[in-house]
């Protein structure tokens, strides 16, 4: 087996006295997208935090390219090549829809995304390159989170709830964008709540539960009531 | 005409007072830091002037090309090493240092220059005059609103047509997300503070030309550069000169009403203007 993109090993994370990781163990393949499923409080932002260096962590409980990475700052890790795309998408309320993506692409790494590439992959964007990114549509602005992030040319992408919030329509588009994003060889690791996308678009699937890995599997081997057991952890 | 007079030299002062506080707005628009220390740094660099202007023998406009950088790098080393420490949720802890920052100035500048007033020798400078429509009009308060506009005009550009002024922006906006951009907020706010401070010594300089000057009078500075702040509107550096303006103007036709009213008329017109307006004339605007 090739040496793993991302290596998590007995990661515990904490919000004061709260500990909101147990242990958790994760490997992220090369060229793969891995999905994390789980209820509401399950630790999955949190995991993401972590890898994303938005949470104090031991070095060596998260290794990219096995190096350990889990005390750098987030500017640092993000210069390394890793992206997240928040929840609740979190733009900058006082930049432009263009300011938006540049600030993406100001961390400086060589790759294929460019300003004219994410404006191919979302037209929409390019018409509306100069207002305000407040006046956007909930989905415009999902757009821009995952654009901005693109523009970072990342090799390891993590997506947190990119669908809450969004009309149905809205979502598909954007997961029928996804196979054009993780296509250029990109590593992504996908947290949704919607548990059938999760799993249709991922190769590999992990669930969460009160901050403990209580499922891993491949997508498309893992069944209903292994999934509602690790979800729920009751015996249906 | 006597009227229009002290109009016109109020809102040439108003420039002075938008100096004072566009590092202030600065400040606070990017860290939510209120700097209690910002006038003892004013009365600092206009000592440095005065330094430089008397040891090296020069005017104190080309002393300013030394304490500009001074001043830069001491907000930068100033921010990295304590400030930074105090910035979090809480908005005390930045208030308290800052105010001790203020009485450590305050003492080591008695300590140094003794609390005799000094002025700095701006030569023929101080009292050339051009006459316009029967008024007489200093130069130096002309070059000082010009410079103030000139200053404001700059950090406008820089805030919101430069990738510094957009990092400012995104720290201020999300300190967390711009983390994520590659941006390193301590880094972001050291150079705020750089920035901040440079503006803060060509307005240093400028006070210690037209006025004298002792180690004492930084607090009074500190309330003029706030209420031009808030007259103005927090954010928005167009409203600071404003605000600074309405300031200056309020002073000068005070103290033509009756001397001892200059500052208390400046004082009303802010409080005046904060209870109609309780977020300035002007409240932020985005680019």
């Given at each position: ?236 | 005409m006597d009227?229009l007079n002290a109009l016109i030299q109020g809102i040439l002062l108003g420039g002075l007072y938008a100096l ?39 005017h104190p406009f ?57 002025k700095m020798d701006a030569g023929a400078l101080e009292t050339a005059s051009v006459s316009v429509g029967g008024l007489s009009l200093g130069i130096l308060p002309l070059m000082t609103f010009g410079i103030a506009v ?53 307005a240093?300089i400028l006070l210690g030309i037209r006025t004298s ?31 600074g303006v309405?300031?200056g103007a309020?002073q000068t036709?005070?103290a033509k ?5 200059q ?25």
């Open positions: 087996m090739p040496e793993p993109i991302l290596n998590i090993d007995r990661l515990d994370a904490y919000y004061g006295d709260f500990q909101a990781l147990y242990g958790v163990e994760m490997t992220v393949q090369e060229g793969e997208v891995l999905a994390i499923i789980g209820s509401n409080g399950a630790g999955k932002s949190t995991l993401l935090r972590s890898i994303s260096g938005l949470m104090d962590n031991d070095a060596d409980q998260i290794r990219y390219r096995s190096e350990p990475i889990g005390r750098l700052r987030a500017d640092q890790i993000a210069k390394k090549g890793i992206a997240l795309v928040p929840e609740g998408r979190q733009l900058f309320p006082s930049l432009s829809v263009e300011e938006n993506l540049v600030i993406g692409g100001q961390v400086g790494r060589k790759g294929p995304w460019s300003l004219d590439k994410v404006f191919k992959l979302f037209p929409v964007l390019e018409e509306r390159r100069s207002v305000a990114s407040t006046s956007l549509s909930g989905g415009q602005q999902q757009m821009v989170a995952i654009s901005r992030a693109l523009m970072s040319n990342p090799d390891l992408i993590l997506f947190d709830e990119i669908s809450l919030g969004l009309a149905p329509v809205i979502i598909k588009s954007i997961y029928d964008a996804l196979p054009g994003i993780v296509g250029e060889g990109m590593s992504a690791v996908i947290v949704e709540q919607d548990i059938t996308k999760a799993l249709s678009v991922s190769s590999r699937v992990y669930c969460l539960q009160e901050g403990r890995v209580s499922l891993t599997g491949l997508s498309d081997a893992v069944s209903r009531e292994e999934i509602s057991r690790a979800y729920f952890g009751v015996e249906q | 009227w004072f506080a566009a590092g202030l707005s600065l400040i606070f628009g990017v860290m939510r830091l209120v700097n209690i220390a910002h006038g003892d740094l004013i009365v600092l660099a206009a000592y440095m002037g005065l330094t430089t202007t008397i040891v090296l023998g020069v080309v002393a300013m090309l030394l304490v500009i950088p001074a001043m830069a790098l001491f907000g930068y080393v100033l921010q990295r090493g304590i400030l930074n420490q105090t910035l979090g949720d809480d908005l005390l802890p930045p208030l308290l240092v800052t105010f001790g920052l203020s009485v450590i100035i305050q003492n080591a500048l008695l300590e140094v220059y003794t609390a005799d007033p000094q000139v200053i404001i005009a700059g950090l406008q550009f820089i805030f919101y047509r430069t990738a510094l002024g957009r990092a400012f922006r995104a720290v201020s906006d999300n300190q967390d997300i711009a983390q994520l951009m590659g941006l390193n907020r301590r880094h972001v706010f050291g150079l705020a503070m750089a920035l901040a401070l440079a503006v803060t010594a060509i240093g000057f002792d180690p004492s009078i930084g607090g009074g500075r500190l309330i003029f550069g706030f209420e031009a702040v808030i007259i103005g509107g927090l954010g928005n550096l167009w409203g600071t000169l404003a605000g309405i300031l309020a036709l005070g009403i009756d001397p001892g009213w500052l208390l008329a400046g004082h009303i017109v802010f409080l005046f203007i904060l209870a109609i307006r309780p977020n300035g004339l002007f409240p932020r605007i985005s680019g």
